[in-house]
């Protein structure tokens, strides 16, 4: 069974930097992982996508250079990660999995990290 | 860059059709895929490539694609079927783009 669990919820200050886990289970490494953002009430936006394979990354011009996507394919993890997090960052993030070949689209769906960002 | 654009709401009556429109440039020359989204719980493929159903999902939903719409249709809404429901393409230029979703109210 695909399955794509995400790290707890995160509590933090403006300022304060930030690492959240994605780990997959039930396929093999050779699926992007993507990254999805959704502020409370809002819509769902794309921040970028890693290949653990050889950590090919592509970001969202959005997103670039605000966070940083990274995986470690020996426990079958991904991450998202802030240096300095923003108010404006406290949102549900959400990780997903690319199918293998076009049309790409997200086919399984983590349940979600919800940051929250205290100024 | 691409831009989907979905209108915001949609209510229907049990038992009646509900269709949630996608509209872009040309769409109808990409790949439309579409999420439902209930509250509180992460998105759910519930159609891929215009109108392929993954497994478990009932074929009430279906989905066409031309010029520059794309549709979501549901047949015999239920209570249930209330949700957002979000479409999403991929092209190279673009790369990913989501619509700005839709949310479905079952009156």
């Known amino acids: 069974e695909v399955q794509l669990v995400q790290s707890g919820a995160a509590v933090k200050k403006a300022g304060e930097s930030l690492k959240i886990s994605c780990k997959g289970s039930g396929f093999n490494i050779n699926y992007w992982i993507g990254w999805v953002r959704q502020i409370p009430g809002k819509g769902l936006e794309w921040m970028g996508i890693?290949?653990?394979?050889?950590?090919?990354?592509r970001y969202s011009p959005s997103f670039q250079g605000r966070v940083t996507i990274s995986v470690d394919k020996s426990i079958g993890t991904a991450y998202l990660q802030w240096d300095s997090l923003k108010a404006s960052d406290t949102a549900m993030y959400y990780c997903?999995?690319?199918?293998?070949?076009?049309?790409?689209?997200?086919?399984?769906w983590g349940q979600g990290t919800l940051v929250t960002v205290s100024s | 860059s691409y831009v989907l654009t979905q209108p915001p709401s949609v209510s229907v009556a049990p038992g009646q059709t509900a269709r949630i429109t996608c509209g872009g440039n040309?769409?109808?020359?990409?790949?439309v895929h579409w999420y439902q989204q209930k509250t509180g719980q992460a998105p759910v493929l519930v159609l891929y490539?215009?109108?392929d159903r993954p497994s478990g999902i009932p074929e009430r939903i279906s989905g066409s694609n031309s010029g520059n719409t794309a549709t979501l249709t549901i047949s015999r809404v239920e209570a249930g079927d209330e949700a957002d429901y979000y479409c999403q393409i991929w092209d190279p230029s673009s790369d990913w783009v989501f619509g700005g979703g839709t949310k479905l109210t079952v009156l």
């Open positions: 890693i290949y653990p394979g050889d950590s090919d990354t």
């Open positions: 997903a999995r690319r199918t293998m070949t076009t049309p790409y689209y997200f086919d399984y």
């Open positions: 040309n769409i109808g020359s990409k790949g």
């Open positions: 490539d215009d109108s």
